[in-house]
């Protein structure tokens, strides 16, 4: 779905969001019981074919932060477990105020797998990630707001969906390439050195700067309207 989205070029901003009574309520844990086709195995050979499915549930997910468009995710009522892991991809998180969170794995006896121990860190401060971790606590909406998980709350899942939407309209109106460069330049700035993120910066725009989008925009401000740039 991911790959079809970042694919596209008329899809210029993502909304995640569910659409039943929860938003998600995390992994099946019928899957958690065993490895399908390794019944009988030799334990080394199991223990390849569990890394191997883990790596793939890791895959999954990720394909939502490579994904070059911005995702916005729409969270109302549950996101536990799974989902937790899933809206740490996005780039931005909004919540109705009766969503809430938590690390569930801890739990059922296992270690969270497939990303929120390698991305929350990089959300909230290390001891709250740490804490919600180890505790598998749930995070009410506003404690989630006030740690900076959450960008903002809604009253209820109508003005959550309706908000996010006006705000992926209003992303969707910028320059396409400037958004998905935005979105290169935070994710690796996130992940290496002031200086090296400088360096890629300036590679990045000597190549990929459109002139024709700038002239646009430039045109667009000094005429006072809205900008009109192509796909």
Not at 121 to 143: D, F, Q, S
Not at 192 to 200: I, K
């Amino acid at each position: 779905c991911f790959e079809w989205l970042d694919a596209e070029p008329s899809v210029r901003a993502i909304i995640l969001a569910g659409k039943g009574k929860h938003f998600c309520a995390g992994i099946d844990l019928a899957m958690l019981a065993a490895t399908p086709g390794t019944e009988g195995m030799e334990p080394s050979r199991r223990a390849e074919a569990f890394r191997i499915n883990v790596l793939k549930l890791q895959d999954n997910l990720s394909a939502i932060e490579k994904c070059r468009k911005p995702v916005l995710a729409a969270i109302h009522n549950t996101c536990i477990g799974g989902a937790l892991d899933m809206v740490t991809c996005a780039d931005m998180r909004y919540a109705s105020a009766d969503a809430w969170f938590s690390i569930r794995e801890i739990d059922l006896g296992m270690t969270a797998d497939v990303g929120t121990l390698q991305r929350l860190p990089k959300l909230v401060p290390y001891a709250i990630a740490a804490e919600l971790a180890y505790t598998g606590r749930n995070v009410h909406a506003a404690e989630a707001r006030e740690m900076g998980l959450i960008n903002q709350v809604f009253d209820d899942r109508d003005a959550l969906l309706a908000g996010v939407r006006a705000l992926a309209a209003q992303i969707a109106s910028k320059a396409p390439l400037a958004v998905r460069g935005t979105k290169a330049m935070l994710q690796y700035t996130r992940d290496h050195t002031v200086s090296e993120s400088l360096d890629y910066m300036a590679t990045w725009n000597a190549s990929m700067l459109s002139e024709q989008d700038l002239k646009e925009g430039l045109m667009a401000q000094m005429e006072k309207r809205a900008a009109n740039f192509e796909d």
